[in-house]
């Protein structure tokens, strides 16, 4: 798996910290850990609760990450789809999946 380069790091939390602001307003803010070739993406709620959602894989491109849900019953990451039928896509594309699961909103997969 190949590392992921800072610029992509800073890059990704930018970008679900904006997703966060224009489609998931219940969230305060989107905290994403790194480790290896994961990222780590937890909601942080209006109240200072931590809500794990999901983790992502690179895989070598910045704007293609593979997609794991997280699973409070297995306290573990499940590999999922998203959506689109397909085990990867954008970090976005993870957030929507996973907070319109978390959240109860599935007109995010729509």
């Given at each position: 798996?190949?590392?992921?380069?800072?610029?992509?790091?800073?890059?990704?939390?930018?970008?679900?910290a904006t997703r966060a602001r224009e489609r998931w307003p219940q969230i305060d803010r989107v905290h994403v850990r790194f480790k290896g070739g994961f990222g780590y993406i937890d909601a942080v709620m209006p109240d200072g609760d931590t809500l794990r959602l999901c983790r992502v894989r690179y895989v070598g491109y910045a704007n293609t990450w593979g997609f794991a849900i997280y699973?409070?019953?297995?306290?573990?990451?499940?590999?999922?789809?998203?959506?689109?039928g397909t085990?990867?896509?954008t970090v976005e594309d993870a957030l929507d999946t996973a907070c319109g699961l978390y959240l109860n909103d599935p007109t995010a997969w729509t």
């Open positions: 798996m190949p590392a992921i380069p800072d610029s992509t790091k800073n890059s990704v939390t930018v970008r679900l699973r409070a019953s297995h306290d573990d990451y499940q590999d999922s789809y998203l959506p689109t085990p990867s896509g």
